[in-house]
């Protein structure tokens, strides 16, 4: 790195290397423009170093170990299975992490992308000041693309440390814990319960709210919780959290149910009640970006702030916390300062829960269309009569369909159930491409596989059920 106080000229720079910032970098360099990115800790964010990729591996060791243990129903039984949880993180870490932060770094430098190891601070509308260690930089830049991501929210009474753990705490356990108070029962709460349950933990979600995972439609957050109690856990929800104390190796929390103050006490107690954007240390107020009341950076539909050279992208900009979306508005924004006419439209953005079973949504739900002013109908397919489903011995759920009454165009989707995350996209496609049901009754599925149940549920969708 340069050293000094003259300032260096960019033309794009990037600050974070996340899902967001590494994806903008690799399209505004493929459309022309010479660009550098800045990170301050690692390549690929917080999705591939401490969210979606390794609770992804760790989710699959689970699934993994729940079928050695109980594959009764196929006529088969094992003896002493056991899990190595060392090699298990091993694997997590050095093969799966590993090699997606490396493969970003190659894309990078393949695409001639810059690399700038280090802070990036704002010190007014065109320059950023970045700090590495004693070191520190000035550079002055045409365009700037800021995707700083976001953070998980420390709430009062439970001070992270080495017992009161964030999601990350809760990626990387030392051991599988005998038992695990989670606090917030949404996504990650979710996720990674489902993972420690799987392996024996005794699980106890607090969730605030009346609903578990309350981003879902109740009927496919119910078989999600049924999942839950099979595997010994217990979810409790209208379950305020007080505080948490750390006695030894053991944490006692505080909640509030039902007007009454309760204890559970565990080995660790891991608080998911969501994440805040990172847009409060890079001084974005020098560079004239203006927050929303959610410290949110206020963005167009290709994602420029109110400083027009800046543009800001995924976890800091308002929506859904998802790597795809951040992904999405990073193209958009890099193919503005091309030039380009993109913009950001959302109505078919997919969102899934990784639990067992998945549950997976795009576009509509039946309320939140008829809140949209639209007159719909829905119509559910249930996985029971999908041949594929019974023969994996996984049929719990179905996949919904919301469609336009006048013309069955398809609006929006919900999958609960098996491979539900892979058998969305067929959905979204419809959905962003404005299909009708008949065009999706009218393809060809392949037999037999889980894609017939969405072919199934627009037959139904058109009256025409076969398996129904
Ligand atoms: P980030 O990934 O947070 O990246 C921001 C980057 O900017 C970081 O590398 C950071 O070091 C860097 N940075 C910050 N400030 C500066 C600065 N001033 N200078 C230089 N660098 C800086 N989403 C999904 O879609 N699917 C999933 O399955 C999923 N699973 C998840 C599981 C967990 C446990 C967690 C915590 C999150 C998960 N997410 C998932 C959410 C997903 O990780 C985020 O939505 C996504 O990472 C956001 O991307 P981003 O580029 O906006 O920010
Ligand atoms: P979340 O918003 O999904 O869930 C937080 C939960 O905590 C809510 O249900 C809320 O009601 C509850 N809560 C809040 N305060 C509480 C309190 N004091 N006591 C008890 N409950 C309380 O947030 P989470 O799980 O932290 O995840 C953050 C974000 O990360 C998600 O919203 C999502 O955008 C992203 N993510 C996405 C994944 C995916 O796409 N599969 C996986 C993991 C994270």
Not at 128 to 145: D, H, K, L, S, W
Not at 305 to 327: C, E, Q, R, W
Not at 332 to 352: F, H, L, N, T, W
Request: charged share 25%; hydrophobic share 40%.
């Amino acid at each position: 790195m340069v050293v000094g106080d003259f300032a260096v000229e960019l033309d794009t720079v990037v600050i974070g290397a996340g899902p967001g910032g590494y994806v903008a970098a690799i399209r505004a360099a493929q459309l022309g423009q010479k660009v550098a990115i800045v990170e301050k800790e690692y390549f690929g964010g917080v999705c591939l170093n401490v969210g979606c990729i390794p609770s992804k591996a760790l989710i699959q060791a689970a699934h993994t170990y729940q079928l050695a243990k109980h594959p009764e129903t196929f006529g088969i039984t094992t003896k002493d299975v056991e899990v190595d949880w060392e090699k298990t993180q091993d694997w997590k870490q050095n093969s799966v992490v590993q090699k997606m932060t490396s493969g970003v770094e190659m894309l990078l430098k393949k695409n001639k992308v810059e690399i700038i190891r280090g802070e990036a601070f704002f010190s007014d509308k065109d320059t950023i000041r970045v700090v590495n260690g004693e070191e520190a930089q000035t550079y002055t830049f045409n365009n700037a693309i800021l995707a700083t991501g976001s953070r998980p929210i420390e709430i009062k009474g439970f001070p992270f440390g080495e017992r009161i753990i964030d999601s990350t705490g809760g990626l990387n356990l030392p051991q599988i814990p005998k038992d695990l108070v989670i606090i917030g029962g949404g996504i990650i709460g979710s996720e990674l319960g489902a993972v420690y349950a799987s392996f024996g933990t005794k699980v106890t979600i607090l969730e605030g709210s009346k609903q578990f995972i309350p981003s879902f439609e109740k009927d496919m957050a119910r078989l999600v919780e049924k999942d839950f109690k099979k595997k010994g856990a217990e979810i409790i929800t209208k379950a305020m959290a007080k505080g948490a104390e750390v006695k030894g190796d053991r944490v006692i929390v505080t909640y509030e149910h039902k007007g009454e103050e309760k204890t559970v006490e565990a080995d660790y107690c891991m608080v998911t009640v969501g994440r805040r954007p990172n847009t409060d240390q890079a001084n974005l107020d020098l560079a004239g970006i203006e927050l929303d009341e959610h410290g949110k950076v206020k963005v167009d539909k290709q994602g420029r702030t109110s400083n027009p050279h800046i543009f800001a992208i995924g976890d800091i900009v308002p929506g859904a916390m998802l790597a795809h979306k951040a992904s999405f508005e990073g193209k958009v924004a890099a193919a503005a300062i091309s030039g380009r006419k993109d913009e950001v439209d959302y109505k078919a953005m997919p969102s899934v829960c990784y639990t067992d079973p998945e549950l997976a949504e795009a576009g509509y739900t039946k309320d939140s269309a008829k809140e949209a002013g639209l007159d719909v109908k829905v119509t559910k397919f249930p996985f029971g009569g999908n041949g594929r489903a019974v023969a994996m011995d996984s049929y719990e759920g179905f996949v919904r369909i919301v469609s336009t009454k006048e013309d069955n165009v398809i609006v929006g989707a919900q999958i609960a159930g098996p491979g539900a995350s892979d058998l969305l996209a067929e959905l979204t496609m419809a959905i962003e491409a404005g299909m009708n049901a008949e065009d999706i009754a009218l393809t060809v599925h392949p037999h037999p596989t889980l894609t017939e149940a969405i072919m199934d549920c627009a037959e139904a969708v058109l009256g025409e059920p076969i398996h129904m």
